[in-house]
């Protein structure tokens, strides 16, 4: 009976000091300040287009970034090149299939500081429902104190902070752009995405 006390007393003690320690950093995106964008090869000419829609989940350590985290949900049917015509066909089954998989995800795994100011997160990036893991490099552009006679002026901020991450996809290892699209050179393979994020916490 007493090592079972014991036992409980040790669960309970171990519950606390968890509960006690640091909560995660969570912090808003500003989406007025963030995009998400790609660019790819019609023949020779980069064409570049973004998406309007998205949800990005931040959780960021300035002292200890390997205690962040990130989620990423961006709804394929706001995909926005400034053509109409090819925006609709980018959501056909001949590229995203947008009614079938109408979300592109991305949940981080891990993140590693490899440089001062230069952090590679880990995760799986689901396209089209092919999933694969990938290694995103992030820059941290900046992170800034705002200061208390300038925090009421922008919403109670107290700090604010910037990222630009980027890396290149070969579209075809997630059945994007399959059959004729795939087998002729009128859209590239590789496609170059790009995203910038302002985010502050208050």
């Known amino acids: ?3 079972n006390i014991l036992l409980v007393a040790v669960i309970t003690l171990s519950s606390l000091t968890i509960a006690a320690g640091p909560a995660p950093m ?3 995106v500003d989406v007025a300040h963030t995009g998400v964008g790609f660019s790819v090869k019609h023949f020779f000419t980069p064409v570049e287009g973004k998406f309007d829609d998205y949800e990005i989940e931040l959780t960021y350590d300035r002292e200890n970034p ?3 985290s990130v989620r990423v949900s961006i709804a394929v049917a706001s995909v926005n090149t400034g053509n109409d015509r090819r925006d609709n066909h980018l959501m056909s089954e001949d590229f995203f299939e947008a009614e079938t998989y109408p979300f592109i995800t991305f ?3 891990s ?3 490899v440089a001062k100011g230069q952090l590679i997160v880990t995760g799986p990036l689901m396209i089209k429902g092919e999933v694969r893991d990938i290694e995103l490099p992030i820059t941290i552009l900046g992170v800034k104190d705002i200061p208390a006679e300038m925090r009421e002026m922008l919403g109670g901020v107290t700090e ?5 991450a980027g ?3 070969i579209r075809r290892d997630y059945g994007v752009g399959t059959g004729n699209w795939a087998a002729n050179a009128v859209v590239g393979d590789e496609v170059g995405i790009s995203i910038a994020v302002e985010a502050n916490r208050k």
């Not at 604010?160 to 630009?164: H, L, P, V, Y």
């Open 111 to 113: 993140v590693r500081e």
């Open 160 to 164: 604010i902070a910037s990222f630009e």
């Open 66 to 68: 390997e205690n962040s």
């Open 1 to 3: 009976m007493k090592r």
């Open 107 to 109: 949940v981080s795994t």
């Open 26 to 28: 969570m912090w808003n």
């Open 167 to 169: 890396l290149d996809l």
